[in-house]
């Protein structure tokens, strides 16, 4: 069953949330780390990250609007100090996670098309969460779905 774009969400927002993700987010979908626990699992979630309240709260609203309705926290809203020195400017940085499967599929079927630089690795995981069936043992294939090419 394919989600559509839910109909409050603006063509316009799409395409903005598209280029936020592509330069301000990171997608990440990869192997575990080699210190954890299970190892052949996949590791995925969209992260973004930026030090103006304003935008992180443009994306949480628009975001937002991708929810499914299943499950009971969508997203995480992070607020991280760095320390002076690490960073030139010690302004609070805000951080958004969205790691529920039900509303990637979604935000990812919305703004892959728009994506140019993370376009691949959108398409990678789209097809992970499309293909593979929620709770089953893929550990065989954790390969086949990092070396995907749409």
Known sequence: MTRAIPREVKPE?????AGIIDGEASITFNKRRPE?????????????VNSDPMLIDKCMRIISKFDDGVGKETLRLYKKNYKPGVIKSNKPCYHIQIWRQGMLITLL?????HLT???LKAAKL????????????YRDKVDDYLNFTP
């Open 126 to 137: 789209l097809n992970f969460l499309k293909t593979h069936k929620k709770g089953a043992w």
């Open 109 to 113: 079927e919305a703004v892959t098309p």
């Open 13 to 17: 927002e799409v395409g903005w949330l």
């Open 36 to 48: 954890t626990v299970n190892t052949n699992s996949i590791v995925y979630s969209i992260h973004i």
């Open 117 to 119: 630089e993370k376009h």
